[in-house]
Nanobody, 119 residues
């Protein structure tokens, strides 16, 4: 069973920065996509950054130029570096990964980490 464990959330002032990290319990070679989603209060879960092998990284328009996704295959971690944070970035951030096995997609989620941006 794949496990994802986030860390690095917290409270930050508007304009500040924060780095989220996710420890992945399996080799990166077993995954199709890896990335980050978020869910703000009263809203649905939305994509923040998603890396797909063979395609690269897609970002939500709202975070382009401010957030950077990175991955370290040696440490089995994926990170989200966030700069110029805004109050609208306040949300629970979830680490995500999926595998394609015999035509079936298996999706995995972390437990979530809270990011609160104060104005």
């Amino acid at each position: 069973q794949v496990q994802l464990l986030e860390s690095g959330g917290g409270l930050v002032q508007s304009g500040g920065s924060l780095r989220l990290s996710c420890a992945v319990s399996a080799s990166f070679f077993s995954f199709n996509s890896m990335g980050w989603y978020r869910q703000a209060p009263g809203k649905g879960r939305e994509l923040v950054a998603l890396f797909t092998f063979g395609r690269g990284t897609d970002y939500a328009d709202s975070v382009k130029g401010r957030f950077t996704f990175s991955r370290d295959g040696n440490k089995n971690t994926i990170d989200l570096q966030m700069y110029s944070l805004k109050s609208e970035d306040t949300a629970v951030y979830y680490c995500y990964a999926d595998q394609l096995l015999t035509g079936t997609k298996y999706a995995y989620w972390g437990q979530g980490t809270q990011v609160t941006v104060s104005s």
